[in-house]
Nanobody, 124 residues
Framework: EVQLVESGGGLVQAGGSLRLSCAAS????????IGWFRQAPGKQREWISC????????FYVDSVKGRFTISRDNATNTVYLQMNALKLDDMAVYYC?????????????????WGQGTQVTDSD
């Protein structure tokens, strides 16, 4: 059974940092891209980052470039999202998702399994 489990969300001040984790199981991790999405209240789910599982090339939505970093540890089947200089606009539920292929796409329909999400909330 394919499973993706996010963790690492919580309360954070604007300007602060968090590292989210996505633990994957039930499939050959090296064969699939993993992406991160987020959804804020009243807004559509938004793709924010992905890493190609073969080349390691990373992709980001413009609003997080230079602040967020995606990485993956193939030894532990975990993908991370390091988030720095957080803004109020970053507060949302964050989801990781398995791509249908090893390469990345920013379309949610290109992802077939999703985690349950982890909440990032402004502490002020």
């Amino acid at each position: 059974e394919v499973q993706l489990v996010e963790s690492g969300g919580g309360l954070v001040q604007a300007g602060g940092s968090l590292r989210l984790s996505c633990a994957a199981s039930g499939f050959t991790f090296d064969d699939y891209a993993i992406g991160w999405f987020r959804q804020a209240p009243g807004k559509q789910r938004e793709w924010i980052s992905c890493m190609n599982s073969r080349s390691g090339k990373t992709f980001y939505v413009d609003s997080v470039k230079g602040r967020f970093t995606i990485s993956r540890d193939n030894a532990t089947n975990t993908v991370y999202l390091q988030m720095n200089a957080l803004k109020l606009d970053d507060m949302a539920v964050y989801y990781c998702a398995r791509g249908r292929h090893f390469y990345c796409d920013d379309d949610a329909f290109s992802y077939d399994y999703w985690g349950q999400g982890t909440q990032v909330t402004d502490s002020d």
